[in-house]
């Protein structure tokens, strides 16, 4: 029993596939996870970094680098613009965010060779790969909702809890629930399970057939990006437009 | 939530541990193959009564002989770890939006405003001078078509004086010559009859002096 135990503890060495393992940190007693932290860095780095360079110098006629930030930046507006209506300017740069920080995250997890470096325990993925980050995400459009409802329509804005009928209070008061734990799960679920199809794929074969697999990959990664951030420009806009 | 997630994450790893010997959720070819241990003694008919007593000897058995490491590793395996990394990169996501927002959003978004702008305000101030334009065509036109009718109107003037000048002079010339021609066949016809009257008288002088040349010996 002993030496199955060996082998067992062998081969899951050998077998690439790690799902919930983490390069723990200790931060004043608390426990971190180091992986999530240095891709996040890394992603953040690449965003900062590439909008420094391109839109160091604007040009009245866009070229390269600028002439992309500028599409983002119009998609952006525009995705705002359908979901919160006219006042949408404010928000544009948490929605924004929102859309770029997940979609580089998702496509570093694809394109970066992460696996490249080791680390002692865990291994190096996307950020978005991590429940902590998609949670983190949530939690702040929650705010950001909450945030743009008060701001908007004071206290009146809890008038809509009870807005058709009072029946209907539990299920509003649910729903502020349900918003976040959805939109961090879609997200963290839909990366996780996208990065451990292709490692599957590629540990079971490894030419040619993730190639499909990977380029779904990509694109779930960057629907899934928009997915997040229209979500949340919708429920922004919900709560500051009111049901009369 | 969290506690809740945590809880359901708790109940998920202790069952996978109990039931398969691959809590970590590690994936490999023995996954496969181990669980069929218990499964082929099922159909040997000679040992369904202690079945369940071997299960469970099994069962225990393998947890108690995995080893020490493995078990640290079984409680650490951890999907949904919620720990100080959430809130740090809730604020790593606050400080990208500001830093993105002074770098990006906000330089750009004003850049292009104020070119869409510009570009709106030319587009207008084209627009006027297009009218401006309109008028001033027309005003050209009205003026080439009162030059062209002065012109046409003067051309026309001048060729009917130079054309009753020209009559004018023909019709004299025309006299003229007609005058001239008159006098001339006067004066040829006067000139004829003096010839002849000047004929008549010599042609007896003549015919006297041929008479007397050829007649000498008269």
């Known amino acids: 029993m002993n030496v199955l135990a060996n082998t067992l503890k062998g081969l899951y060495d050998v077998s690439g596939v790690e799902v919930g393992q983490h390069f723990y940190w200790q931060i004043g007693g608390f426990?971190?996870?180091?992986?999530?932290?240095i891709t996040s860095w890394v992603v953040i780095a690449i965003l900062l970094g590439s909008a420094a360079i391109a839109v160091r110098?604007?040009?009245?006629?866009?070229?390269?680098?600028q002439n992309f930030f500028e599409y983002v930046l119009e998609f952006i507006r525009d995705v705002s613009k359908t979901q919160i209506g006219e006042e949408y300017g404010p928000w544009v740069p948490f929605i924004g965010t929102l859309f770029l920080f997940i979609f580089v995250s998702n496509w570093s997890g694809a394109l970066l060779p992460w696996k490249i470096i080791?680390?002692?325990?865990?291994?190096?993925a996307a950020p978005t790969n991590d429940i902590n980050t998609t949670v983190a995400l949530a939690l702040l459009t929650s705010v950001a909702y909450f945030y743009a409802g008060i701001t908007k329509k004071g206290l009146s804005y809890f008038g809509k809890y009870i807005q058709p009928t009072p029946i209907l209070l539990p299920?509003?008061?649910?729903?502020?629930?349900?918003?976040?734990?959805?939109?961090?799960?879609?997200?963290?679920?839909?990366?996780?399970?996208?990065?451990?199809?292709?490692?599957?794929?590629?540990?079971?074969?490894?030419?040619?057939?993730?190639?499909?697999?990977?380029?779904?990959?990509?694109?779930?990664?960057?629907?899934?990006?928009?997915?997040?951030?229209?979500?949340?420009?919708?429920?922004?806009?919900?709560?500051?437009?009111?049901?009369? | 939530?969290?506690?809740?997630?945590?809880?359901?994450?708790?109940?998920?790893?202790?069952?996978?541990?109990?039931?398969?010997?691959?809590?970590?959720?590690?994936?490999?070819?023995?996954?496969?193959?181990?669980?069929?241990?218990?499964?082929?003694?099922?159909?040997?008919?000679h040992q369904l009564l202690s079945l369940p007593n071997s299960i469970s000897v099994i069962l225990a058995a393998s947890l108690a002989m995995a080893p020490p490491s493995l078990a640290a590793e079984i409680e650490k395996a951890a999907l949904f770890d919620f720990n100080l990394t959430l809130p740090i990169i809730a604020a790593e996501f606050l400080l990208l939006m500001v830093a993105l927002d002074k770098i990006y959003f906000t330089p750009l978004g004003?850049?292009?405003?104020?070119?869409?702008?510009?570009?709106?305000?030319?587009?207008?101030?084209?627009?006027?001078?297009?009218?401006?334009?309109?008028?001033?065509?027309?005003?050209?036109?009205?003026?080439?078509r009162a030059a062209r009718a002065e012109i046409s109107a003067a051309l026309n003037k001048m060729k009917k004086e130079t054309q009753l000048e020209v009559e004018q002079k023909l019709a004299e010339g025309r006299k003229k010559v007609e005058a001239e021609l008159q006098e001339a066949l006067a004066s040829l016809e006067k000139q004829k009859e003096d010839t002849i009257r000047a004929l008549d008288s010599q042609i007896a002088a003549l015919s006297d002096e041929i008479v007397k040349k050829v007649l000498p010996a008269r």
């Open chain 1, 57 to 65: 110098d604007p040009q009245t006629i866009p070229t390269g680098g």
């Open chain 1, 118 to 124: 080791q680390l002692p325990h865990g291994e190096l």
């Open chain 2, 1 to 45: 939530m969290a506690n809740m997630i945590m809880a359901s994450s708790k109940a998920l790893i202790t069952c996978s541990s109990t039931i398969l010997p691959t809590p970590k959720l590690k994936l490999s070819p023995v996954q496969l193959s181990f669980p069929k241990l218990p499964l082929s003694n099922v159909p040997k008919p």
């Open chain 1, 171 to 244: 299920i509003n008061i649910l729903e502020d629930f349900t918003k976040p734990l959805s939109l961090s799960f879609r997200l963290f679920g839909n990366i996780l399970a996208d990065e451990l199809v292709v490692v599957v794929l590629v540990s079971l074969v490894p030419l040619v057939v993730p190639i499909p697999v990977m380029f779904l990959g990509l694109f779930t990664s960057g629907i899934q990006a928009l997915i997040f951030a229209t979500l949340a420009a919708a429920y922004i806009g919900e709560s500051m437009e009111g049901h009369h």
């Open chain 1, 31 to 37: 426990q971190v996870h180091g992986q999530v932290l």
């Open chain 2, 110 to 144: 004003k850049f292009m405003d104020e070119r869409d702008a510009a570009i709106r305000e030319k587009l207008s101030s084209v627009k006027d001078t297009s009218g401006e334009v309109k008028q001033l065509e027309a005003q050209a036109a009205a003026i080439m």
